[in-house]
Nanobody
Framework: VQLQAFGGGLVQAGGSLRLSCVVSGRTFSIYGMGWFRQAPGEDREFVAACSPSGGSTRYADSVKGRFTISRDNAKSTVYLQMNSLKPEDTAVYYC????????????????????WGQGTQVTVSS
């Protein structure tokens, strides 16, 4: 199983970025997906999660109203649209695939995710 995340970069505060994560090696459409991030010197933190269909989503309070998680099961891809970016959003962003198939429980716990992407750097300048 491989997860390849891309789309990060350098953006000014208030700007937008869209991250993508392509999954191969497993049946993408039956697993929930999540995005996490880790800033330098900080613990990894939950950002967003979606159900296998994409019909249910969950967000960290810090990104609610600014970030949107979505997925295209035909393309085995999950997205994270990030708007109104702030300097405190600077981090390496990781996509992750749930350990358990078919569950609609939207977990913020990294231990519930079996496979992780390599991370993509997002830097927001003030």
């Amino acid at each position: 199983v491989q997860l390849q995340a891309f789309g990060g970069g350098l953006v000014q505060a208030g700007g937008s970025l869209r991250l993508s994560c392509v999954v191969s090696g497993r049946t993408f459409s039956i697993y929930g997906m999540g995005w996490f991030r880790q800033a330098p010197g900080e613990d990894r933190e939950f950002v967003a999660a979606c159900s296998p269909s994409g019909g249910s989503t969950r967000y960290a309070d810090s990104v609610k109203g600014r970030f949107t998680i979505s997925r295209d099961n035909a393309k085995s891809t999950v997205y994270l649209q990030m708007n109104s970016l702030k300097p405190e959003d600077t981090a390496v962003y990781y996509c992750a695939s749930r350990r358990q198939p078919y569950t609609v429980v939207l977990s913020h716990n990294g231990n519930d995710y079996a496979y992780w992407g390599q991370g993509t750097q997002v830097t927001v300048s003030s």
